[in-house]
């Protein structure tokens, strides 16, 4: 069985809908950024004040690998730019079915403007960064869906599609 790695930018909804996917499926849900921050005993914000980007995304890539190579299998949120790391995105293209929640950058941006996410403080680099991201997500996603309506509808939408790669749960 693989995992459900949902993948997107910031704002799309990946832990919302993640965890909702993983509710109908029966399955464990983890969420890659609290999963980092339990690891490093901080929070985001803090990682990146006190450590720097990198430190962030060496440690990402890490601790991915270690929860889909090391637990059960199910569903697991990435944060928004762990695709940058060509380790991780051979890795999910063995062991998961990579979902892209597809967002509009404006709209991503009103999701998360103001909010305490260290690479979302200026509008013209998150919209920037959004365009650099989007090739990467689409090249490693095995289902790109659309995240502007509700939660449940992407999440039914989504659970329907791993149903039809053969894994039945009756939630769903």
Do not use: C, N
């Not at 910031?10 to 983890?30: L, N, T």
């Not at 985001?44 to 601790?63: A, H, N």
């Not at 996410?117 to 990467?136: H, N, T």
């Amino acid at each position: 069985m693989r995992w459900v790695a949902f993948t997107g930018y910031m704002g799309a909804g990946k832990s919302v809908i993640g965890r909702r996917v993983a509710q109908r499926m029966g399955w464990e849900f983890v969420d890659a950024d609290r999963a980092i921050e339990a690891h490093a005993g901080m929070t985001i914000p803090e990682i990146f004040s006190k450590r720097g980007e990198l430190w962030f995304r060496r440690t990402e890539e890490d601790v991915v690998r270690e929860l889909i190579q090391g637990a059960p299998t199910g569903v697991i949120a990435l944060g928004g730019g762990a695709l940058g790391s060509a380790r991780t995105r051979d890795l999910l293209s063995r062991k998961a079915w990579v979902v892209w929640l597809r967002i509009d950058p404006e709209t991503a941006w009103a999701r998360v403007e103001g909010s305490d996410r260290p690479l979302a403080g200026d509008k013209e680099r998150f919209i920037s960064r959004a365009a650099q991201r989007e090739p990467v997500y689409r090249d490693a996603a095995d289902l790109e869906v659309a995240s502007d309506d509700s939660p449940d509808d992407v999440a039914a939408r989504v659970a329907a599609w791993v149903i039809g790669r053969g894994v039945s749960h009756p939630e769903v």
